[in-house]
């Protein structure tokens, strides 16, 4: 679970509506189905109208990562590519296959069985590559899909606030209805700009990040899969593949190197 993603949420929330409070407009000042409308319901009009459905459904998908990204272990991944490396000087390549099985991500077992077959270090990492290449374009569309609300839904507030307005000037005779409508008018405006700028605009970086660094990973285990292929050295392999990942020392590492 991403505790950085709820907290920024349930602190956007707070933001949103304590500040509304302290200024006076109350919760009120934040509740207009018409600025609902206008904004939200628009900015999906306007993402569906720009996006191709399976590249939509991808994003509302991966919207799930938000909150529980995908598992990037580099340290776990590592551990597994020199143990391979160690069978392979052992028993050869050959003796990779009665691991194939013990993998779930279909992207390692794939580039595993590449080894088993027998494919030239250049040609696994021509196919690998390509499909790594194919997946981070895709999932950076998926991802870009939540910018695109963040465009859209602020210009679509203004928007709103113009039409409010137009309605305040259709009712210049009645005085009273003045205060009102231009309050309800701005409201578009917090929408679009809020829903854009704490929400909307940080999940979409945030699932680029993702996106990136699922890429990153699988370019190690190419490069790993590559050295076992060459007949590298497992501590050589390890000792490359460690240069992938920026890896925090541990709290008792710390201590133990104080000590």
Known sequence: MDLMTILGFVLALVALILGSILKGAGLKGLIGGAAFVIVIVGT??????????????RAMKMGKW???????????QIANVV????????????????????????????????????GEPENIRHILEVEVDTAEEYDTAAAKVYEAMGIYAPTLGIVGAVLGLM???????DPSKLGPGIAAAFTATIYGIA?????????A??????????????????????????????????????????????KGDDKAKKG
């Open 205 to 250: 970086n945030k699932l680029k990040h993702h996106v990136k660094q699922q890429a990153k990973l699988r370019n190690m285990m190419i490069e790993g899969l590559v050295l076992i292929a060459q007949g590298d050295n497992p501590r050589n392999i390890e000792t490359r593949l460690q240069g992938y990942f920026v890896v925090e020392p541990k």
């Open 167 to 173: 309605a305040v000037m259709a009712n210049l005779a």
């Open 195 to 203: 829903s854009a700028n704490l929400f909307f605009l940080p999940y």
């Open 83 to 118: 143990e391979w490396s160690r069978v392979a000087r052992k028993d050869g390549l050959m003796g990779l296959e009665s691991r194939i099985d013990d993998v779930s991500d279909d992207f390692i077992k794939k580039g595993l069985q590449l080894l088993v077959d027998g």
């Open 44 to 57: 999906l009009g306007s993402v569906f109208a720009q996006t191709p459905k399976p590249i939509f459904m």
């Open 66 to 76: 938000l909150f529980k990204p995908p598992v990037i272990d580099p340290a776990a």
